[in-house]
């Protein structure tokens, strides 16, 4: 069993950044793979970027690619999502999600998500 919390979510001008952070319970994290989705109003979720168990294979959606940059820390059983220059259409609930299975776009490969952290990015 693992939980999820997200946090540093908020509000920031277009161009700005911010840095999510998802810490995990549970001792076995490092086994995971890890997600980012995100989900804005009246659309479906979306993968964002995923990292490998060992943070050597990631993944970017071309929304994102050259902005956003996930990393993780197992010793701290956190995983990050670094935002730069961030755009209006950025804006959205972002979830992390735990997969054992490896690094996949399909949200219906992950088996533990949190409860999500809004993202808003104002012109």
């Known amino acids: 069993q693992v939980q999820l919390v997200e946090s540093g979510g908020g509000l920031v001008q277009a161009g700005g950044s911010l840095r999510l952070s998802c810490a995990a319970s549970?001792?076995?994290?490092?086994?995971?793979?890890m997600g980012w989705f995100r989900q804005a109003p009246g659309k479906e979720r979306e993968f964002v970027a995923g990292?490998?168990?060992?943070?050597?294979?990631?993944d970017y959606s071309d929304s994102v690619k050259g902005r956003l940059t996930v990393s993780r820390d197992n010793a701290k059983n956190t995983v990050y999502l670094q935002m730069n220059s961030l755009k209006p259409e950025d804006t959205a609930v972002y979830y992390c999600?735990?997969?054992?299975?490896?690094?996949?776009?399909?949200?219906?490969?992950?088996?533990?998500w949190g409860q999500g952290t809004q993202v808003t990015v104002s012109s």
């Open positions: 999600a735990a997969a054992t299975v490896g690094v996949r776009r399909d949200p219906t490969w992950y088996d533990y």
């Open positions: 549970g001792r076995t994290f490092s086994s995971y793979a």
């Open positions: 990292t490998s168990w060992s943070g050597g294979i990631t």
